[in-house]
């Protein structure tokens, strides 16, 4: 569609004058690709690499293998640098960022309630009796 300059109508492609008040209308402006000079260089995504996922029973062993305290730690340590299968490595490099975030919210809870308690009980209360 293109707008007349002199009435500010917005006129169909295929007319060269406009419908309303006779004006020429301006030439259609190009295409964005044929304005662009061929010298420009394109930036395209690159290909994604696929990953063959793991079957349902394999993702459910590893969740349930991560979900054991210390050997789940271990394992998601060991998959997500030293993993062969890329799908599973993915899985423990996700677990292990979940759970140093947990790791780091539970921290910061234990801090502040244990300053809190420590505040509480080296503030002096004064009881008057009146």
Sequence with gaps: MRYCKNCGLLAPFDT?????CGAPLPPESPAPDSARPEKTPR????????????????????????????VGFI????WSFFGSHPAR?????????????????VALVCLWLGLNSVLSLSAPHYYYAF
């Excluded at 060269?16 to 309303?20: F, T």
């Excluded at 063959?52 to 991560?66: D, N």
């Excluded at 490099?93 to 759970?99: E, Y």
């Design 16 to 20: 060269d004058h406009c419908p309303q």
């Design 75 to 78: 394992l998601s340590l060991a």
């Design 43 to 70: 930036y395209e995504a690159e290909p994604r690499e696929t990953v063959p996922a793991l079957s349902e029973w394999a993702t459910l062993g590893t969740l349930l293998l991560f979900s054991i305290p210390v």
């Design 89 to 105: 490595q993915r899985l423990a490099q996700a677990w292990l960022i979940r759970t140093m975030i947990v790791l780091v919210v």
